[in-house]
């Protein structure tokens, strides 16, 4: 099995940072794409930043210029740095990894979520 732990969320002020982290842990043989989603209250679960292995990236347009995606591979963990933050940015953080592991083919994980509260 496969866990994941985010951490870094919190309160800021429009116009602040905050940097998100997702630790992956477990019987992990190889981590391909890992990224970030977010859900605001009401609405769906949307893409907001995509790293594939070879550190190729992909963002929303709602956040292309302000947030940069990262990965360590050393550590099996991805950042979201989040910068110029915005009311509209409120919502829950899930990150998700694509993992294969010793025993299971290639499975996408959930976070917990991590919530990101920005105040105007």
């Known amino acids: 099995q496969v866990q994941l732990v985010e951490s870094g969320g919190g309160l800021v002020q429009s116009g602040g940072s905050l940097r998100l982290s997702c630790a992956a842990s477990g019987s992990i043989f190889s981590i391909y794409a890992m990224g970030w989603y977010r859900q605001a209250p009401g609405k769906q679960r949307e893409l907001v930043a995509t790293?594939?292995?070879?550190?190729?990236?992909h963002y929303a347009d709602s956040v292309k210029g302000r947030f940069t995606i990262s990965r360590d591979n050393a550590k099996n963990t991805v950042y979201l740095q989040m910068n110029s933050l915005k009311p509209e940015d409120t919502a829950v953080y899930y990150c998700?990894?694509?993992?294969?592991?010793?025993?299971?083919?290639?499975?996408?994980?959930w976070g917990q979520g991590t919530q990101v509260t920005v105040s105007s």
């Open positions: 998700n990894v694509l993992v294969q592991t010793i025993t299971r083919p290639i499975t996408d994980y």
């Open positions: 790293i594939t292995s070879d550190r190729s990236t």
